[in-house]
């Protein structure tokens, strides 16, 4: 008895195991629900949705009404169908619309088949419908909504009634496209502030961080070349010091607009600390870098002046990513070259080779970065 007993049940290494992978599971859930707030609000809808008519779908079948029970599990099944669906890689925004078309066809359904008690569904699909989609499919799908109900008669009481669910639908559109709006608005200046110094408005490392990781996975699959290129300020302490650090901020800030000039269209610009930024250039090659840049080193020194007239000069150090190279190493190989400039005399433009190692204090600097 004991021999069979314990073979049936689960050794305890084995439950652990199997909570601590739930644990990752549910983890792992939270933190794509955090990273893509529209998977949360389609998989919040659809739950929502498929209870509530769920439990419509057994009072139908228990009252004998089958038709409409079987109009309301097919709701059930589609839009659980859609939730689940939302989960694949990549399908959110396909599941937003179709939560929106699923949840428009049950309305306008119910709607028609029991006119005034189905019709007050259609102002919860008429504000959802701009949660789960874009703006212009929302108010295609709600102009639908209305321009049906709005044409059977038999929908409303009287004509007074049909006149009021339109005026107060448009209105709930309204409402709800200006929520979207601000929503949207709200939401791009929290990005902006999240990715970009908020004294040059350039790049900032957290945006750096994210588009390293891109870049290489980009360089992986297709091989293109690219530099990376980390500008330093010379003597950048100084003008602190001597004429404070407003001073320093206005020629930050007048360093971006140089350096933004003068980039093209693909290159990315990030203040990567204090007088320091960095230029991602992806498709550059080494051949054509060390001339851009000391032409860009050129112009700095024409363009910028201290406020004792002195010219703003800066120290280059640039590296070309190596196949299968790792991004800290990358970047330690730009900043080793970066350390040649400015014990090389400053104000010059140093390349880094494929094999070179970091300097110490360069490295050191520089701390721990993700690959």
């Known amino acids: 008895m004991n021999g069979s007993s314990s073979q049936r049940s689960s050794p305890p290494g084995g439950r652990q195991r199997a909570r601590a992978d739930n644990r990752r599971g549910w983890q792992a859930a939270a933190a794509r629900v955090r990273e893509d707030p529209q998977l949360g609000l389609v998989s919040f809808f659809a739950a929502l949705i498929a209870l509530i008519v769920l439990s419509f779908s057994i009072y139908r079948f228990a009252q004998g009404q089958v038709g409409v029970g079987i109009i309301d599990t097919v709701i059930v099944v589609a839009v659980s169908a859609v939730g689940i669906g939302a989960w694949l890689p990549g399908q959110t925004e396909r599941a937003g619309v179709l939560m929106a078309v699923v949840t428009t066809t049950g309305c306008l359904v119910v709607s028609l088949l029991f006119a005034r008690h189905g019709l007050l569904w259609s102002y919860a699909v008429l504000t959802t419908n701009f949660l789960m989609t874009s703006r212009r499919i929302a108010i295609i799908a709600n102009l639908i909504v209305l321009a049906i109900l709005g044409s059977h008669s038999e929908v409303f009481a009287n004509h007074i009634e049909r006149v009021v669910f339109l005026s107060s639908?448009?209105?709930?559109t309204l409402c709800a496209f200006i929520?979207?709006?601000q929503s949207t608005r709200q939401r791009?200046?929290?990005?902006?502030?999240a990715i970009h110094d908020p004294l040059t408005q350039a790049l900032n490392r957290r945006?750096?961080?994210?588009d390293l990781a891109s870049t290489l996975q980009a360089h992986q699959a297709s091989q293109s070349p690219c530099t990376l290129a980390i500008i330093d300020m010379d003597h950048f302490k100084s003008v602190n010091d001597t004429f404070g650090h407003e001073v320093g901020d206005?020629?930050?800030?007048?360093?971006?607009r140089t350096l933004r000039s003068h980039q093209r269209q693909q290159d990315r610009l990030y203040r990567f600390g204090g007088e320091e930024f960095i230029l991602l250039m992806p498709d550059t090659h080494a051949l054509g870098v060390q001339r851009a840049l000391d032409g860009l080193r050129e112009t700095i020194f024409q363009t910028l002046r201290r406020p004792d007239g002195e010219p703003v000069s800066v120290s280059i150090g640039a590296a070309t990513l190596a196949p299968g190279e790792r991004?800290?190493?990358?970047?330690?190989?730009?900043?080793a070259a970066l350390y040649r400039a400015k014990h090389g005399g400053r104000n010059r433009v140093m390349m880094a080779n494929q094999f070179e190692q970091p300097a110490h204090s360069a490295a050191d600097r520089r701390g721990a970065l993700h690959d």
């Open 169 to 172: 639908g448009l209105l709930v």
């Open 179 to 181: 929520f979207s709006l």
């Open 188 to 193: 791009q200046a929290l990005e902006h502030m």
């Open 207 to 210: 945006a750096f961080d994210i």
């Open 250 to 256: 206005e020629l930050l800030i007048e360093m971006v």
């Open 327 to 335: 991004g800290a190493f990358w970047l330690t190989r730009a900043d």
